[in-house]
């Protein structure tokens, strides 16, 4: 059973930065996508990147250029460094994890992922 319990979430300015963190425990497999996803309410929840077992990582293009992915690769911690914060960044996150490695056409896809954190709220004010 993979458990993800996320943190690092607040409340800053546009243009400000925050870094959330995601301990993952459980994963076996060698392969394996980590994700990252953000909800506002009554919308769908939606990629924001995804980092896996090769290092491959991809981004939505809405945050491109602003946001890194990354994995402590020796307990699996993973964190979503996010720079240039907007209003419109401001969201629930959720990491989330499967077993199988990422790809580009299929990363976004909340149904590919099994496992899922709770949330961390992120609200940037203009």
């Known amino acids: 059973q993979v458990h993800l319990v996320e943190s690092g979430g607040g409340s800053v300015q546009a243009g400000g930065s925050l870094r959330l963190s995601c301990a993952v425990s459980?994963?076996?497999?060698?392969?394996?996508?980590l994700g990252w996803f953000r909800q506002v309410p009554g919308k769908e929840r939606e990629a924001v990147a995804a980092?896996?077992?090769?290092?491959?990582?991809y981004y939505a293009d809405s945050v491109k250029g602003r946001f890194t992915i990354s994995e402590e690769f020796s307990d699996h911690t993973l964190f979503l460094q996010m720079n240039g914060l907007k209003p419109e960044d401001s969201a629930m996150y959720f990491c989330a994890a499967r077993e199988k490695s990422c790809f580009k056409d299929d990363y976004y896809l909340t149904s590919n992922y099994p496992s899922w954190g709770q949330g961390t709220q992120v609200s940037v004010s203009s």
């Open positions: 980092i896996d077992n090769w290092r491959s990582s």
């Open positions: 459980g994963i076996i497999d060698d392969d394996y996508c």
